[in-house]
């Protein structure tokens, strides 16, 4: 296929950013923008060596280098933030001048330069804790942490910029992405590769709480095509991208020691604030409106990433 899209990822470097910017440069041209601060170079370093993507290293709230690159381009996919709950609780202001200000510039930036569409990350955390389950797209946004007010404040940015200016926007509410060039380093690192780490480690994983809080995974290659798909066709708003399946945290950990041949005992330590403790979503609105359809359950994507690493 020829390249017949010029599209920007901003936060191209990172986990989620990088695997999407592999996958649209098979057939695109790929323009990543990442500062690094959680991104890292080797995620792409292939892409960049054999010419499949250019890079640019910078950062989102410089807004000469936005209106520069975003001339003459057909579409963002906005992934950069600084990712984590905790990260958020520990400097909330650090976490609102990359994702509130940030996204902003972002979609300022789009605006100016006459792009057609920015589809964008948001979060499951918008939703805290609701009582009802599974969690769908009419639901009252109850944020719980900075991490998840900054989500939440950037659809609303991306709304408005609908409606006053027509620029088409979607944002996408990733619940626990995990897979392949995920960072098991960071002391804010995901409960899946914090897991396989340890395991395979031969250390006992560790767990907040009781175990028993739930969660809605979604393999990386779902959350791929739900991107491409949204930038694709018409659709705008908010949309779920999960699997539509929950599993409690202790299942987990128990799945991954099946998967490796190992039987570790959890150890329990204090839960964490601004953690939700159930979550699950529906995904009816995403497969309406673009069709999405999730290709990879939980197993799968654990198989994948496991052998990744």
Same mark, same amino acid.
């Given at each position: 296929?020829?390249?017949?899209?010029?599209?920007?990822?901003?936060?191209?470097?990172?986990?989620?950013?990088?695997?999407?910017?592999?996958?649209?440069?098979?057939?695109?041209?790929?323009?990543?923008?990442?500062?690094?601060?959680?991104?890292?170079?080797?995620?792409?370093?292939?892409?960049?060596?054999?010419?499949?993507?250019?890079?640019?290293?910078?950062?989102?709230?410089?807004?000469?280098?936005?209106?520069?690159?975003?001339?003459?381009?057909?579409?963002?996919?906005?992934?950069?933030?600084?990712?984590?709950?905790?990260?958020?609780?520990?400097?909330?202001? =650090?976490?609102?001048?990359?994702?509130?200000?940030?996204?902003?510039?972002?979609?300022?930036?789009?605006?100016?330069?006459?792009?057609?569409?920015?589809?964008?990350?948001?979060?499951?955390?918008?939703?805290?804790?609701?009582?009802?389950?599974?969690?769908?797209?009419?639901?009252?946004?109850?944020?719980?942490?900075?991490?998840?007010?900054?989500?939440?404040?950037?659809?609303?940015?991306?709304?408005?910029?609908?409606?006053?200016?027509?620029?088409?926007?979607?944002?996408?509410?990733?619940?626990?992405?995990?897979?392949?060039?995920?960072?098991?380093?960071?002391?804010?690192?995901?409960?899946?590769?914090?897991?396989?780490?340890?395991?395979?480690?031969?250390?006992?994983?560790?767990?907040?709480?009781?175990?028993?809080?739930?969660?809605?995974?979604?393999?990386?290659?779902?959350?791929?095509?739900?991107?491409?798909?949204?930038?694709?066709?018409?659709?705008?708003? =908010?949309?779920?991208?999960?699997?539509?399946?929950?599993?409690?945290?202790?299942?987990?950990?128990?799945?991954?020691?099946?998967?490796?041949?190992?039987?570790?005992?959890?150890?329990?330590?204090?839960?964490?604030?601004?953690?939700?403790?159930?979550?699950? =979503?529906?995904?009816?609105?995403?497969?309406?409106?673009?069709?999405?359809?999730?290709?990879?359950?939980?197993?799968?994507?654990?198989?994948?990433?496991?052998?990744?690493?």
């Amino acid at each position: 296929m020829g390249h017949n899209m010029r599209y920007i990822v901003t936060g191209g470097a990172g986990f989620i950013g990088s695997n999407l910017s592999e996958e649209l440069s098979q057939s695109h041209e790929v323009i990543i923008i990442d500062n690094l601060s959680t991104g890292r170079l080797e995620n792409i370093q292939s892409l960049v060596e054999k010419g499949d993507v250019a890079f640019v290293q910078g950062d989102i709230n410089d807004t000469a280098l936005l209106k520069d690159l975003f001339q003459d381009s057909d579409g963002i996919f906005h992934q950069a933030a600084l990712p984590s709950v905790q990260r958020s609780v520990k400097n909330p202001m =650090a976490t609102h001048e990359a994702n509130v200000t940030g996204t902003l510039n972002v979609l300022i930036a789009a605006h100016d330069c006459g792009v057609k569409k920015v589809v964008m990350a948001s979060s499951s955390s918008v939703y805290g804790n609701t009582p009802t389950l599974p969690k769908h797209e009419e639901m009252i946004p109850r944020p719980l942490s900075p991490y998840a007010v900054s989500k939440i404040a950037d659809e609303y940015y991306a709304s408005v910029f609908s409606d006053l200016f027509g620029l088409q926007t979607v944002c996408l509410r990733y619940f626990n992405v995990f897979g392949p060039r995920q960072d098991q380093n960071s002391q804010y690192a995901a409960v899946i590769p914090n897991f396989v780490k340890r395991i395979l480690n031969d250390e006992p994983p560790i767990i907040y709480g009781d175990g028993k809080q739930t969660r809605d995974f979604t393999y990386i290659k779902n959350v791929v095509q739900a991107n491409i798909r949204a930038m694709e066709r018409e659709a705008q708003g =908010a949309f779920n991208i999960a699997c539509g399946d929950q599993i409690d945290l202790l299942m987990l950990a128990r799945t991954i020691m099946e998967i490796v041949g190992k039987d570790l005992e959890p150890v329990h330590e204090a839960p964490r604030p601004g953690d939700v403790r159930d979550s699950l =979503a529906n995904i009816a609105r995403a497969q309406a409106a673009f069709r999405y359809a999730p290709e990879y359950d939980l197993r799968s994507g654990l198989m994948e990433t496991i052998a990744w690493f």
